[in-house]
C-alpha cells in the first residue's frame, strides 16, 4: 500500500510542479501557433496539457486524502490516459514524419509516467479485489 501512496504524491507533485514552474517568467516561449508554447525551448506544451496536468494533480490531492483504494483508481486512471497519450503521440509523430529522436524524447515523460504507474500497481495489487 506504501508504494501507491508514494507514487501518487510523486506523480502529484510533478503534475502541479509543471504546472507552477510554467508560470515563471522565461519557461514558456511563445510559439506562432496560439495557445502553445516552448517550455523551456524544448517541450512543445499547449493550454490543453496545462488543463491535463492541472486536473491529474488535483485528482491526486484527492486520492491522497481519500485512502487507498482511490489511489488505487487514480494511479490506474492516470497510468491509462498517460499511457494511451505515449502510444498515441508516437504514432502520430511516425506518421507525420518527426525526426524519430525528437519523437522519443517529446513523448519519454508520458513512457516514463506508464511505466511507474505499472510498477506501482504490479506491487500494490497483489490479490485485492477493490469494489
Known sequence: MR???????????????????????G?????????EWLMFGLFKISLLDDITHGLSGL??????LAGY??????????????????????????????????????NIPHVGISFLVIVALRYSIKSIELK
Request: aromatic share 18%; glycine share 8%; proline share 3%.
Open 27 to 35: 519557461v514558456l516561449i511563445d510559439t506562432e501557433v496560439p495557445y
Open 69 to 106: 483504494r482511490f489511489r488505487v483508481y487514480y494511479l490506474m486512471l492516470i497510468g491509462g490516459y498517460y499511457s494511451l497519450d505515449a502510444v498515441f503521440f508516437l504514432i502520430y509523430g511516425l506518421l507525420v514524419g518527426e525526426l524519430l529522436i525528437d519523437n522519443i524524447l517529446l
Open 59 to 64: 485528482l491526486g490531492v484527492a486520492a491522497l
Open 3 to 25: 508504494i501507491s501512496k508514494y507514487v501518487t504524491l510523486f506523480l502529484t507533485a510533478l503534475f502541479i510542479g509543471i504546472v507552477v514552474i510554467e508560470r515563471f517568467p
